[in-house]
């Protein structure tokens, strides 16, 4: 079975591409590796760490209602996001990556692009890059 690995946040660019993600794994019959990291494994506070929780749960409820065959990880293991997508995606020898993208301002882009950046140009296959909308659920293909 072939795997598509998406990178996962609660925000905008993450629904997006989970939504995109979801609808490619139907109509390709392909397992979703769903990736949320906390960017260098930081330590999270117990609330914090509470809410990842509900909100992946969440995420596993909406895949399985559309009928998505889901592997959902929350990684903190001190890598970069950017890395640690890769590497799931060379792990489980994915199809492609799809992640999220929100409009930047100019000095935006140049601190805070680099994530996406990693993923285009050093990922092991091909990268659906999305634009972020107001997407707050999966809609299974619809």
Do not use: W
Request: net charge negative; glycine share 8%.
């Amino acid at each position: 079975m072939t795997a598509i690995v998406v990178g996962y946040v609660a925000k905008p660019e993450g629904r997006a591409a989970l939504r995109r993600a979801a609808e490619e794994a139907k109509l390709r019959g392909a397992r979703l590796v769903v990736i949320h990291s906390e960017r260098g494994g930081r330590d999270l506070e117990p609330e914090e760490s509470l809410q990842h929780d509900a909100e992946l749960e969440d995420v596993r409820t909406q895949l399985a209602e559309a009928g998505v065959e889901a592997d959902v990880r929350q990684l903190v293991r001190g890598m970069d996001v950017a890395d640690d997508l890769i590497a799931v995606a060379e792990e489980s020898s994915a199809d492609f990556i799809v992640i999220g993208l929100r409009k930047r301002s100019p000095v935006g882009k140049l601190i805070l692009g680099s994530n996406a950046q990693r993923i285009l140009l050093d990922a092991p296959c091909p990268v659906l890059a999305v634009k972020a909308e107001d997407a707050t659920k999966v809609e299974g293909a619809t």
